[in-house]
């Protein structure tokens, strides 16, 4: 099946510095998503993005699908950025597989 | 549009015990997935279902995990008998159409702990 590999899986910021977390995907995918896991557990979807770019706020997130990785852009980190960041991918069938994650700290 | 709903929110048990969670989607979402989430890992699919009828559950460990949907809309997943081993978030999610392609709605989690 389709592997998907994160990096860095440990991140420490200084808050208001700027970060990129990588997401590689071993095949083709039709979908691919971008969640935020906050310390309280709580996933939340940042973005839906099987190819191209997109930006929300602070947050874009670039897929090329054609050399199989996704990155996702954070920039003037805050504290609450902290969490776990998670990509998500599916290749075409039922299943959607999760990465390790990307484990971030923001220290005010 | 109201969120997906889990209960209860943490659980603590005896090894041995059985335990069930309760999740209501989002009205109108036709798929349904139970993930589990061990600490330090990524959320792992358990079963999926289309309406009420099952997808995916080859990651489920049947001989002791059980999971309904019955009516198509809200789903339970009970464990029967627990091991130590079972402790996680139990996850649920939902989506409009099959895969998720459309993107996927988590709701907050069950913590479960088995001692």
């Known amino acids: 099946g389709i592997q998907v590999e994160q990096s860095p899986p440990d991140l420490i910021l200084q808050e208001g510095a700027n970060s990129t977390l990588r997401c590689n995907f071993s095949?083709?995918?039709?979908?691919l998503q971008w969640f935020h896991q906050n310390p309280w557990g709580q996933l939340i979807n940042l973005f839906y993005?099987?190819?191209g770019t997109k930006q929300n706020g602070r947050l874009s997130a670039t897929t090329v699908a054609t050399e199989r990785y996704s990155l996702l852009y954070i920039s003037s980190s805050q504290t609450t950025d902290s969490g776990v960041y998670f990509c998500a991918v599916n290749s075409g069938g039922f299943k959607t597989i999760f990465g390790a994650g990307t484990r971030l700290f923001v220290k005010a | 549009e109201a969120g997906v709903a889990q209960s209860p929110r943490y659980k603590i048990i005896e090894k041995r015990q059985s335990v069930a969670f309760w999740c209501n989607p989002i009205?109108?979402?036709?798929?349904l997935y139970w993930y589990q989430q061990i600490l330090g890992q990524g959320p792992k699919l358990l079963i999926q279902f289309q309406n009420n009828g099952v997808v995916d559950d080859s990651q489920l460990p049947k001989d002791r995990f059980s999971a309904e949907r019955l009516k198509g809309v809200d789903s339970t997943l009970k464990i029967q008998p627990a091991k130590l081993e079972d402790s996680a978030v139990y996850l649920c999610?939902?989506?409009?159409?099959?895969?998720?392609?459309?993107?996927?709605?988590f709701g907050s989690g069950t913590r479960l702990t088995v001692v």
């Open positions: 999610a939902s989506s409009r159409t099959t895969g998720g392609i459309d993107g996927y709605t």
């Open positions: 993005i099987p190819s």
């Open positions: 009205s109108g979402h036709a798929t």
């Open positions: 095949d083709s995918v039709n979908n």
